[in-house]
C-alpha cells in the first residue's frame, strides 16, 4: 500500500503540471541560491588560501596586516611607502632567514600588474600546498628586457614567445604614461596556477630601475632620455621595494623574526603571519557572509512557503477527491501519507533541478570570474556541507506537506460528498 501512496502522489503532481513545474522553479532557484552561496565562500577562501603556501613572514612598510597581504600577495590595492633596499638585504642576511622574495609594484601592462623580482621568485614562490611554479615556454627572465608573463596575460593578450610589450607607469588598463623606449620581450610564458600570479607580468627588479632612470617622483624628467642601450651599460640596482615574502629556517625563529621587524630601527616595517592575517579577513568579512547567509536562507523559507501555499490552495479543489479516496477504503493515514510525499516528491525535484542549474551556471561562468577577479571555482561533487544542506532542505520540504495532510485528515467523508452550489 505505501508504494502505491508514492505512485499515486507521483501522478498526482504530474496531474496539476503547471502548479507543479512553478512550485519546483520557485525551489529549484531557491536551492541554487543557496548552494551557490556556500561554494562562492568556500571556494573564496581556498582559492586565497591556495595562492601562496610555505612562506613564514609577508613584510612592507608599516600599515595593516590585511592591506600588506592584499597589495603584496594577491595585488589589490596599494603600498603605503616602499622598503629600502638596505633593509632589505639587511634583513635577508639573517642567520635565521633561508631565502626571500623581494617584490616591486607599481607599473602595469594593459591592465595588468607588472611584478618586478628576481629568480629567487621562481626558485622559492610556492602555491596550492607546496607547488612550485612552471613555465609552459620559454625560460625565466635573463635579458635585462626580458618578461615572464602569467597563463592569463598570454591568453587575454594573445601573446607568445619572443613578442615585444611595452609597460605602462602607474595602474589600469591604459596606465599614466607608457615606458615605449624601453620595450621588453617575452620570454616565458608560466603554466596556469589559478592564482594573481595568472595576471602578472614579471620582470627583474633591475628592469624596473632600468625604467625609471628618467623619471623622478612618478613623472618622466623633461629634455632627459635615456636609450634602452644606455641603461644597459649601467650599474643598476635597486632602491627600494614594495615588500618581500620571507621563509624561515626553522619555524620556531618566525615570531622572533616577526618581533624584530616589527621593532626595526631603521625604518617602520611590518612584518605578518599570511595564515593569521588571512584569518583576519575571514573575520572582517564574516558580516557579509551571514548577511548572504540570511538572504540565502529567507529565499529558501520563500520557496517552501510557496509550495505549502500550493498544496493549502489544492486542497480545496482536492476535496472530492481526497473523499472518493476515503470511499474506496483509504484511511486517513493514507491520506497523510499521499500529500506528505507529494511535498517530498516536489522538494526533491527543485533540489535536483536547483543542484543542476547551479553546476550549469558555474560550468559557464567559472572561466569568467577566473579571468576577471582571478577567482577559481571548482566544479566537482557536492561538498560533505553542500549535502548536508540538501538534506535539510529535503526534510523542511517534506515536513511542509505535514500541514495539508493534518487538514486533509481532518476533514469529514461526507465533505467532499456534498456538492456545493
Known sequence: MRGGVFTLAVKSVLNRRVTAALTVAALAISIALVLGVERLRHEAKASFANTISGVDLV???RSGGIQLLLYSVFRIGNATNN??????????????VAWTIPLSLGDSHKGFRVLGTNQDYFRHYRYRQGRKLELAEGTPFDDLFDAVIGADVARTLGYRLGQEIVVSHGLGRQGFSDHKDKPFRVAGI?????TPVDRTVHVSLEAIEAIHVDWRSGARVPGMGVSAEAVRKMQLRPKTVTAFLVGMKSRFAVFKAQRRINE???????????????????DLMGTAETALAAISGFVVV????GMLTMLLAGLNERRREMAILRAVGARPRHLFTLLVAEAGFLTLVGAAIGTVLLYAVLAAASPMLDARYGLSIAVG???????AMLGVFQLCGTLAGAVPAWRACRQALADGMIVRT
Open 83 to 96: 622598503v629600502s633596499w638596505r633593509s632589505y638585504r639587511e634583513i635577508a642576511a639573517w642567520p635565521d
Open 302 to 305: 520563500g520557496g517552501l512557503l
Open 59 to 61: 613584510v612592507g612598510a
Open 264 to 282: 626595526y630601527a631603521r625604518e617602520p616595517l611590518l612584518a605578518a603571519l599570511p595564515g593569521v592575517t588571512l584569518q583576519e579577513l575571514w
Open 381 to 387: 561533487w557536492p561538498s560533505l556541507r553542500e549535502w
Open 190 to 194: 608560466l603554466a596556469k596556477t589559478g
